[in-house]
């Protein structure tokens, strides 16, 4: 069974750092493409971010770009968000979710469960 | 960054009706559309992808068309557990925007 669990969420203030966890297991890791998707209280989605199966190349929302980073270490099983300088617009569940490295169309095809951060003093 | 407006923000309707939701891309991007549905505290749930493409498991009341910068996701027959919230993406290019969601009521 595929499974995308995040951690890591939590209060922290502004100007703050957090580091997000994606744990998968079920299937190759390694093989897939991996996306990090927020929500804000009562909002739609909003992409945050994708990393290529083996790290070669990054991409990230205008809005992120410069403060938050996504890596993985495909020998864990594991993605990561890196992010810093956080502002009361970052609060959010923050859903990982994998996309198959052969289709062009990025599509997220299994999401965790979300983790929530809130910015607040 | 591609914009993608999606319309209309709410529908209101009944099981068995026929319903459409829309997507306009701010600007052409072939099929490079995937559709998602998300009920309240869940997380999304991949329905279509490359615009027309059903998931496997997804029922065949759900279809999606278009090319360009035109998309529709079409539900045939509503059922009591279609009510939920839908949401287009274009994937065309990064930054990879979703629209700003249908919620679909009752």
């Known amino acids: 069974e595929v499974q995308l669990v995040e951690s890591g969420g939590g209060l922290v203030q502004p100007g703050g750092s957090l580091r997000l966890s994606c744990a998968a297991s079920?299937?190759?890791?390694?093989?897939?493409?991996m996306h990090w998707v927020r929500q804000g209280p009562g909002k739609g989605l909003v992409w945050v971010s994708r990393v290529y199966s083996d790290e070669s190349t990054t991409a990230y929302a205008d809005s992120v770009r410069g403060r938050f980073t996504t890596s993985r270490d495909n020998a864990k099983n594991t993605l990561y968000l890196q992010m810093n300088s956080l502002r009361a617009d970052d609060t959010a569940v923050y859903y990982c979710?994998?996309?198959?490295?052969?289709?062009?169309?990025?599509?997220?095809?299994?999401w965790g469960q979300g983790t929530l951060v809130t910015v607040s003093s | 960054d591609i914009q993608m407006t999606q319309s209309p923000w709410s529908l209101s309707a009944s099981v068995g009706d026929r319903v459409t939701i829309t997507c306009r891309a701010s600007?052409?991007?072939?099929?490079?559309v995937n559709w998602y549905q998300q009920k309240p505290g869940k997380a999304p749930k991949l329905l279509i992808h490359?615009?027309?493409t059903l998931e496997s498991g997804v029922p065949s009341r759900f279809s999606g068309s278009g090319s360009g910068a035109d998309f529709t996701l079409t539900i045939n027959s509503l059922q009591p557990e279609d009510f939920a919230t839908y949401f287009c993406?274009?994937?065309?290019?990064?930054?990879?925007?979703f629209g700003q969601g249908t919620k679909l009521e009752i």
């Open positions: 979710g994998r996309a198959p490295h052969d289709s062009a169309w990025h599509e997220i095809d299994h």
């Open positions: 490359a615009a027309s």
């Open positions: 600007q052409t991007i072939s099929n490079y």
């Open positions: 993406q274009q994937t065309f290019y990064a930054p990879y925007t």
């Open positions: 079920g299937f190759a890791f390694g093989r897939y493409w």
